[in-house]
Nanobody, 123 residues
Framework: ELVESGGGLVQAGGSLRLSCVAS????????MGWFRQAPGKEREFVSG????????AYADSVKGRFTISRDNAKNTVYLQMNSLKPEDTAAYYC??????????????????WGQGTQVTVSS
């Protein structure tokens, strides 16, 4: 099970940190991803991190503003979001897939999903 938290309402230019806590003892074997979905739009990749934290990837739209990290001892993956923009408004989901050769950006390649946390950025 994956449980996200940390969403909320913030003004443009502000920051939020999302957390996703995983249950179970095998968190360290999973690559993790953050996705988002705005009303009327498809779910899109935001960021991903490999099982050991050695590699990360970002969508062009968030590069330089968002940072993904993980703490395997705490079964938690984070998404630090800075310089937020109104277009970042969406429901944010964390997802897990068994570790592979590289970070995957397609949402249908992920096996487990959280329930989502809403991020709203006002202008």
């Amino acid at each position: 099970e994956l449980v996200e938290s940390g969403g909320g309402l913030v003004q443009a230019g502000g920051s939020l940190r999302l957390s996703c806590v995983a249950s179970g003892r095998t968190f360290w074997t999973y690559d993790m991803g953050w996705f988002r979905q705005a009303p009327g739009k498809e779910r899109e990749f935001v960021s991903g991190i490999t099982w050991d934290g050695g590699r990360t990837a970002y969508a062009d739209s968030v590069k330089g503003r968002f940072t993904i990290s993980r703490d395997n001892a705490k079964n938690t993956v984070y998404l630090q979001m800075n310089s937020l923009k109104p277009e970042d408004t969406a429901a944010y989901y964390c997802a897990a897939r068994f570790r592979g050769n590289d970070i995957v950006t397609e949402y249908n390649e992920y096996d487990y999903w959280g329930q989502g946390t809403q991020v709203t950025v006002s202008s």
